[in-house]
Antibody, heavy 120, light 106 residues
Framework: QVQLVQSGAEVRKTGDSVKVSCKAS????????MFWMRQAPGQSLEWVGW????????RYSRKFQGRVTITRDTSASTAYMELSSLRSKDTGVYFCARDGIEPGNGGDFWGQGTLVTVSS | SYEVTQTPSVSVSPGQTASITCSGD??????VCWYQQKPGQSPVLVIYQSNRRPSGIPERFSGANSGNTATLTISGTQAVDEADYYC?????????FGGGTKLTVL
């Protein structure tokens, strides 16, 4: 069965960086793109970026452009989301989700989420 | 940048029909997905391509999208359907989420 397992909770200081991993299993990793989203406490979902694991192509939200880097390791079937220059507003749960192949498919499987806490 | 708007909260009695809307400029020309999220859990896709239901999602969930409004309809709402619901669409190369609707089943 399809599973996305994310790395554990992280605590960082203002100005630090954090790297969250998302290990995929149960399907061909390179056949589906991967979304990354953030959910601040009590808030809506927010798109961070997207990667095509087959060729490594990425797209980023303008809000995070310049601070976020999404990569993948196809040998480990794992996607990574690194966010730098952290500030308190970056505190939240970060989710990865598999993007269905066809246009409009959305995130059909989600990771369990990774809580990132940024404090001064 | 493109934005979609959801009503913050909707209340429904058990067994009745709940309608949750998502509004955006010419949204009917875009695909819309809907996610259900319960407290402390990851979102679950309940509608994709505006009106298609993933396997395992109950038939009482349906979607429509026309004009400027997409609608998630839950027929015969059950207590287990109480959750936050988010719409999501695409704008050129960006992914856009609505602010979410809290569905309360009274």
């Amino acid at each position: 069965q399809v599973q996305l397992v994310q790395s554990g909770a992280e605590v960082r200081k203002t100005g630090d960086s954090v790297k969250v991993s998302c290990k995929a299993s149960g399907y061909t990793f390179t056949a589906f793109a991967m979304f990354w989203m953030r959910q601040a406490p009590g808030q809506s979902l927010e798109w961070v970026g997207w990667i095509n694991p087959d060729n490594g192509n990425t797209r980023y939200s303008r809000k995070f452009q310049g601070r976020v880097t999404i990569t993948r390791d196809t040998s480990a079937s794992t996607a990574y989301m690194e966010l730098s220059s952290l500030r308190s507003k970056d505190t939240g749960v970060y989710f990865c989700a598999r993007d269905g192949i066809e246009p409009g498919n959305g995130g059909d499987f989600w990771g369990q989420g990774t809580l990132v806490t940024v404090s001064s | 940048s493109y934005e979609v708007t959801q009503t913050p909260s909707v209340s429904v009695s058990p067994g009745q029909t709940a309608s949750i809307t998502c509004s955006g400029d010419n949204l009917g020309n875009k695909y819309v997905c809907w996610y259900q999220q319960k407290p402390g859990q990851s979102p679950v896709l309940v509608i994709y391509q505006s009106n298609r239901r993933p396997s395992g999602i109950p038939e009482r969930f349906s979607g429509a999208n026309s004009g400027n409004t997409a609608t998630l309809t839950i027929s015969g709402t059950q207590a287990v359907d109480e959750a936050d619901y988010y719409c999501q669409t695409w704008d050129s190369v960006s992914v856009v989420f609505g602010g979410g609707t809290k569905l309360t089943v009274l």
